[in-house]
């Protein structure tokens, strides 16, 4: 995966995420296929209600790298 490169940015992590969701700034939300059930799900369901795109990636590893952190991210989000 390559790296995200978003107009305004992007968020990394659930809360922020979560967070960019319920405010309506996000184009699009990305998550990893090995995130937490729990946070997946709660992530998934948020995305669909708000109807943005969820492009799913393999691994919370491949996720971090491609927003630039040096740890492991459940999801990430492009700003608008």
Do not use: H, W
Not at 67 to 73: E, L, M, S
């Amino acid at each position: 995966m390559e790296r995200l490169n978003g107009g305004s940015g992007i968020v990394a992590g659930s809360r922020q995420v979560l967070r960019a969701i319920k405010a309506g700034t996000l184009s699009t939300v990305y998550l990893a296929n090995d995130a937490d059930t729990y946070i997946f799900q709660q992530i998934l369901r948020a995305a669909e209600q708000a109807n943005l795109p969820v492009v799913r990636v393999q691994t919370m590893k491949e996720l971090g790298k491609a927003c630039n952190v040096d740890v492991a991210t459940a999801t990430a989000g492009i700003l608008r």
